[in-house]
């Protein structure tokens, strides 16, 4: 609802009630009524102070309140306590509206319930009935009369109205109750109205007669304000009211309470709606700071390429299994040793599937200590185990429609996949710390260095993960079964490198290329970009110097024999090596022992000679 301003003078000073014009952008009084003057300002002639002077430590309540009049076009308010020049608290009812035409700008009415309330003794009845039966026809009479003479007027009222004698029972009841209600006058006259509308809470629980604010009215004499209670529709429905329940006099005699409430059922719902809709947005909100933040942190994170290549038999095979599974979303587990590019087949997979304009999350198991997996990957909120100050979405939160790539899942803790397959299975995720589980949609990819033999004897990963996860296997080959990929991978990462860091592009030789073909490449593409890597760096002319490390296969390559220290750094490596696969254990059926055919005793003793610590496999 909007005022025009025009004539707001006269209009203003024919309001019965206090009434001025704000301008909130400036703090200013435009104008105001000489009720307004007399009740702020306790003088006519008085000019107007910046309104907020008015309010004193009721400024916020009043910043709301002009927020529900900024939204629904209009309001009213009982809870902004205004505050007099002269100091004094005025309990006011507060109606607003914006004025027509006019940007922050509000028309306010002030009614001071104080003097209501006064208005309201004087105008009471100046005797009661006397004890006994001519007490209760007197009282009876003058309901009946008052029914008589106001009955046009209740019935008028928007608000629902009904009145009760001392004992309880219905006097009246206007129209705007019966329909709110569903109740006839011949359904609650001279009845006991709270055991018909009134007796039970919105949550079932029995609400007794001597608990009703109503019937605390007449019994204690006092005016009862309730703002959020249900009154019990005939055909059983609740209706959030809000209502004010006022003892009635007969010769200054309690005789009863009146009941004005209004249906806010619509309101409450409306309320509830909001708060659901600004939670949400708010959900939202996080969510897409958490993936910008995710997604930020990927792009400015070094790739090795961009791209898959190579011409190899092997390579031909990957790129059609990605053509293949790519468009749908069949989960995929990615095998390879160290460095084959698993990550690499991972980024395509996504790319090129339907799921391409979501995120693709990547979650290395193996790069978050054991304690904080789990609420890495589940999200927490705050006060969960561990002490989180804020709430967190996790990666599979974060990978809601879009890819969670899992690299190295061989190296997640075992009570983790247990959660991580159901989850993944139940398609929903449940915070640390919280009682709610959120549904997800999620296509999982997932990444070993583990063979198939070593992923299903290794117990590494569990049975049922495993299977859950290897519905579409592809195997990255290493650099030592592709060396006609090894001239295009090494022209290609000297590119990237020596644009990187600002040195000439080298020319790789016949001589260059055939080195390069010759070496075993234990480490793969990784390997080969650090070797272009520190060519770029080391080369000081138009001539690329390659320096490779001294493997089994690059010694062999030059000699037909090994020297004893070799042997010895080849047999540690080899220990070395098999502590990494089995995750450091020695005995058991899957230990290091009995993969390498030995005793665990004469392992423990050479895993001594060598001085091979922890660090050294881990």
């Known amino acids: 609802m909007t005022i025009d301003l025009l004539h707001t003078d006269s209009l203003l000073q024919a309001f019965p009630d206090a009434a001025l014009v704000l301008d909130l952008s400036r703090d200013r009084v435009v104008r105001w009524n000489r009720h307004a003057a007399d009740l702020l300002a306790g003088s006519p002639d008085a000019p107007a102070l910046p309104f907020s002077?008015?309010?004193?430590?009721?400024?916020?309540q009043f910043v709301v309140f002009i927020d529900e009049v900024d939204?629904?076009?209009e309001g009213w308010s009982r809870d902004v306590a205004l505050r007099s020049e002269d100091g004094r608290t005025l309990r006011c009812e507060i109606r607003a509206a914006p004025v027509a035409g006019k940007q922050g700008w509000i028309i306010l009415t002030l009614t001071d319930l104080s003097a209501l309330e006064r208005r309201a003794e004087l105008a009471a009845l100046a005797e009661t009935f006397r004890a006994g039966l001519l007490e209760w026809k007197r009282t009876e009479s003058f309901f009946a009369e008052l029914e008589r003479q106001n009955q046009l007027i209740l019935n008028a009222a928007g608000e629902g109205i009904y009145g009760v004698n001392a004992e309880g029972k219905t006097t009246f009841v206007n129209r705007a109750a019966q329909e709110m209600l569903g109740w006839t006058t011949e359904d609650l006259l001279g009845n006991d109205i709270h055991s018909i509308i009134h007796h039970h809470h919105l949550n079932g629980e029995v609400y007794p007669s001597q608990q009703c604010p109503i019937y605390r009215s007449f019994r204690f004499e006092?005016?009862?304000?309730i703002e959020d209670e249900v009154f019990w529709r005939k055909d059983g429905k609740p209706i959030r009211v809000e209502y004010v329940s006022t003892p009635i006099y007969d010769q200054r005699v309690l005789a009863g309470a009146v009941v004005i409430f209004r249906d806010i059922t619509e309101r409450k719902e409306n309320e509830r709606k909001l708060r659901d809709a600004l939670a949400q947005v708010a959900a939202l909100r996080d969510r897409l700071e958490e993936e910008n933040a995710y997604l930020q942190e990927a792009i400015t994170s070094e790739r090795a390429h961009h791209a898959i290549i190579g011409t190899s038999p092997a390579i031909k095979q990957i790129l059609m299994r990605i053509d293949l599974v790519a468009?749908?979303?069949?989960?995929?587990?990615?095998?390879?040793?160290?460095?084959?590019?698993?990550?690499?087949?991972?980024?395509?997979i996504h790319k090129t599937s339907p799921r391409a304009r979501r995120p693709l999350i990547h979650f290395k198991c193996s790069s978050v200590a054991r304690e904080e997996v789990e609420a890495e990957l589940f999200g927490q909120v705050r006060g969960a185990p561990g002490g989180a100050s804020r709430d967190k979405a996790g990666k599979l939160e974060l990978a809601h429609g879009g890819t969670l790539f899992l690299d190295d899942v061989e190296e997640l803790p075992l009570e983790i996949q247990g959660k991580l397959l159901a989850s993944l299975q139940n398609k929903t995720v449940k915070r640390l710390g919280d009682t709610r589980e959120k549904p997800v949609d999620?296509?999982?990819i997932a990444s070993t260095s583990l063979t198939d033999a070593q992923a299903r004897r290794g117990h590494r990963i569990r049975d049922d993960l495993y299977l859950f996860l290897n519905v579409f296997p592809i195997t990255c080959v290493p650099l030592r079964e592709r060396p006609e990929d090894i001239p295009l991978l090494a022209d290609h990462l000297l590119k990237i490198v020596c644009r990187r860091l600002n040195r000439p592009v080298r020319v790789l030789t016949e001589r260059v290329v055939l080195q390069l073909q010759a070496y075993?490449?234990?480490?793969?593409?990784?390997?080969?970009?650090?070797?272009?890597?520190?060519?770029?760096?080391v080369s000081r002319d138009t001539k690329l110097v390659i320096e490779l490390g001294e493997t089994a296969s690059s010694l062999q390559a030059h000699t037909a024999f090994l020297t004893e220290a070799q042997m010895q750094e080849l047999s540690r490596r080899n220990l070395v090596a098999v502590l990494r696969e089995t995750g450091g254990r020695v005995s058991g059926d899957a230990g290091a022992a009995a993969l390498l055919g030995v005793k665990p005793t004469t392992l423990y003793s050479r895993v001594k000679a060598f001085g091979i610590s922890d660090t050294d496999w881990t």
């Open 222 to 225: 006092q005016v009862n304000r």
């Open 71 to 73: 939204y629904r076009g």
């Open 327 to 348: 468009g749908t979303d069949a989960t995929v587990l990615i095998s390879g040793e160290t460095g084959t590019g698993k990550s690499l087949v991972a980024t395509e």
């Open 520 to 537: 075993d490449w234990p480490g793969n593409l990784r390997e080969l970009h650090n070797v272009m890597e520190r060519a770029a760096i």
């Open 442 to 444: 999620i296509r999982v």
């Open 53 to 60: 002077s008015y309010l004193g430590s009721a400024l916020p």
